[in-house]
């Protein structure tokens, strides 16, 4: 080859990335609309589902406007595929042996991010499963994961149920439900548009909820909870499908997963409810810029709200140190999240800030 024809093959690469970088930072300006055509409520008392899909209920939602999009995604788009950040939190080392043979204890382990391996009467539970390398549709861009996963997928209890909270790739990987759905065979609960996305790929063990139903699951009682959120995995099918919370309840304990959403006024609704909760999983990450997030996302200092509002008795951070997926320091949420519990006077025990692969009995 000619140092001619090694030249014009190099600037043919670098226009073909720049092309593909290009169409990507498009779609990630398109999800991060959060919001969908305008239309009306099919029912006046759910007034979330629309005709052309769903929408959030808080009167003050509304989505960041097109600039703060475009001041923030091509940055994001650079530090998550050129220059990654790193994480040095701590990892314990978790085979999974005692999960494996765990029975009758109620526990909770920390895979990473919003992946949680509930053990609760006998059953475990998945929420919002990932195991892949990159929460992002292609290979070569989006957000890579800072830490591994806390318990292999090869070293993980058999699992027999797993909810899902939206459809975004942090929160639902499509690899890693192929693989649970072939190994482990678990009944997947979804919020109410999931199911043809699941079935499109070959999974049919899945039943779809609404906000506020429940169903009966192997002597747990689990039930579909509002959050405020929005969902997308490509450029048509924006808020087609709903996004969640989910609460679970054993025989003697429950449990309160916030999936990913804003703050608002719906929590105390849930721990009027259904509370107290003896422990409640929510998120304290990708609040910066606030522009950007504050609809969507909590802050640490929320966070503690959320709790305070479905009456938890434990507080389980995540959401947290795995993907790189917004401007704060990677290290930051949790030390929010001390100082201002401490500013509450909260019992220090009560607050939960695992470590990868770390199992705590609850």
């Known amino acids: 080859m000619s140092s001619r024809d090694g030249k014009k093959d190099g600037r043919q690469e670098r226009t073909s990335h720049a092309f593909v970088m290009m169409l990507y930072t498009i779609w990630l300006i398109s999800l991060s609309l959060g919001c969908g055509k305008v239309s009306e409520p099919l029912h006046e008392s759910?007034?979330?589902v629309l005709q052309d899909g769903f929408r959030n209920t808080d009167p003050a939602f509304s989505p960041p406007d097109l600039w703060e999009r475009l001041l923030f995604l091509p940055s994001r788009i650079w530090?998550?595929?050129?220059?990654?950040?790193?994480?040095h939190l701590p990892l314990i080392e978790n085979d999974g042996t005692v999960l494996r043979n765990n029975r009758t204890k109620a526990t909770v382990t920390w895979i990473g991010h919003s992946t949680l391996l509930i053990q609760l009467d006998g059953v475990t539970i998945l929420t919002d499963p990932q195991w892949s390398e990159r929460a992002s549709p292609v290979t070569f861009a989006g957000p890579k994961r800072?830490?591994?996963p806390g318990v292999s997928f090869e070293q993980l209890p058999i699992v027999d149920l797993v909810v899902i909270s939206h459809d975004h790739y942090d929160h639902l990987d499509r690899d890693t439900v192929q693989r649970l759905a072939r190994t482990h065979h678990p009944l997947f609960l979804v919020p109410l548009g999931l199911k043809?996305?699941?079935?499109?790929?070959g999974i049919t063990e899945v039943e779809e909820m609404d906000w506020w139903e429940s169903r009966q699951v192997r002597g747990l009682t689990v039930t579909c909870l509002p959050a405020q959120h929005f969902s997308g995995r490509s450029l048509w099918d924006r808020n087609r499908r709903l996004w969640s919370a989910w609460a679970l309840a054993g025989d003697t304990?429950?449990?309160?997963f916030a999936g990913d959403t804003g703050y608002y006024s719906v929590f105390r609704e849930i721990g009027v409810r259904l509370g107290p909760f003896d422990l409640a999983a929510i998120p304290i990450g990708a609040y910066r810029p606030a522009s950007m997030?504050?609809?969507?996302?909590?802050?640490p200092e929320e966070a503690l709200q959320v709790f305070a509002d479905v009456q938890g008795r434990n507080f389980v951070a995540m959401h947290w140190g795995t993907f790189d997926l917004t401007e704060e320091p990677i290290?930051?949420?949790?030390?929010r999240l001390e100082a201002e519990a401490n500013r509450l006077g909260l019992d220090p025990s009560s607050i939960w800030v695992l470590k990868h692969g770390e199992t705590r009995g609850w």
């Open 46 to 48: 759910r007034t979330h």
């Open 253 to 256: 304990k429950r449990i309160f």
């Open 196 to 201: 043809a996305w699941f079935a499109d790929i």
């Open 293 to 299: 997030m504050k609809m969507t996302h909590i802050t």
């Open 331 to 335: 290290e930051e949420p949790p030390l």
């Open 79 to 87: 530090t998550t595929t050129l220059h990654t950040r790193t994480a």
């Open 146 to 148: 800072l830490m591994p």
